[in-house]
Each structure stands twice: as structure tokens, then as C-alpha cells.
């Protein structure tokens, strides 16, 4: 039996850091995802919860789509403050949209969040409290916004498909090789 890793603290750990992770087992697949095309997207022990929570009003699916109205709004806004070219401003955002990212376990998004988050502060991709120029700072936060929004997207895809709002485009991908 497979075990994941999964840090419950709210560093915004990679698992590559120290820090205290802990052991959580895998369930099966959920709805018409595969879990496998989740790992490392989104943590299903936080995820999980949320679904534990569901009742006839879909109240994980509505935190999902209230989610993506929020990171959309964001992501709009981060691009206004990196053409005024506010670190704090931006800061600020990757702040917010990193606990929105966490409380669903969209676990890419809130780990590039969290870097924003120093980076618009004038600090490395770590949080210490060494100072980068604010020309340092601006050149790290362009190449993380286009990372962060692929992340945002890959998230975005792998939850729509698993709340059946979309067809899983990679899976009919591979049904199609496997066919030939």
C-alpha cells in the first residue's frame, strides 16, 4: 500500500524542506479523476475534508467555484500591481490567494503564492530576510506569476473534471493513443 506525504503545517512546505510531515494513506479515486493525475496538484487529505462536509447543496463544489472566481479577481489584480510595478501590492495577493490555495489543498498554487509573498517583500524565494533589489524582485515575481497561472490552470482543469464541469482533455488523450 502506497503512503503519501503531507505537511499540515501552514509553511507552505514543499516536502523538500524540513518540517514535520505526516503520514496520510490514500483513499480511492475520487468521482471521474484518476488520484494519480492529482498527486502533487492537490492534497486529498485537505481536499477530503471538504468533501466529508458535502451534502445535497454541494457545499465542496461551491468553495471550489467560489475559489476560481477569487483566483481569477486575483490573478487581474497581480497583473495591475506588476504593471505599477507594487511589490507590496503584490505581496498582499500572494498572501491572500496562498490561504485560499490552502484551504483546499491546491498545493502548487499555494507554494508559488507563498514565494510572491516574499518576493514582494524583497526577500528570496525562501522568506529570509535577506533583501533583493526591487529589479531582482521584479524579474522573479514575472517568471513566477506565468508559472503560478499554469499551476492555477492545472488545478483549475483537474477539480472542473472531477466536479464533471469538463472532460478530462489529457485522459481522452491517452484513450485515443492506447486505441490506435
Partial sequence: ????????????????????????????PLSGTSRS????????????????????????KNLVLNYFEQAERAFGDMDEAM????????????????????????LKVK??????????QRMDAAGQHSLISNEEAEKQIRVLLTQMRHEYDE???YLRVFYGEQEDEEGDEEDQRQQQ
Fill in 155 to 157: 488545478a483549475e482543469n
Fill in 37 to 60: 493525475k492529482g498527486l502533487g496538484i492537490v492534497d486529498h487529505a485537505t481536499f477530503d475534508q471538504l468533501l466529508d462536509m458535502d451534502d445535497e447543496d454541494e457545499f465542496s
Fill in 111 to 120: 507554494a508559488s503564492c507563498e514565494k510572491l509573498q516574499y518576493y514582494g
Fill in 1 to 28: 500500500m502506497a503512503v503519501e506525504l503531507r505537511d499540515d503545517s501552514d509553511n507552505g512546505s514543499d516536502y523538500s524542506r524540513p518540517g514535520s510531515p505526516s503520514l496520510s494513506l490514500p483513499t480511492p
Fill in 83 to 106: 504593471s505599477a510595478s507594487d511589490l507590496l501590492a503584490l505581496s498582499r495577493l500572494g498572501h491572500f490567494l496562498k490561504g485560499s490555495s490552502a484551504q483546499l489543498g491546491v
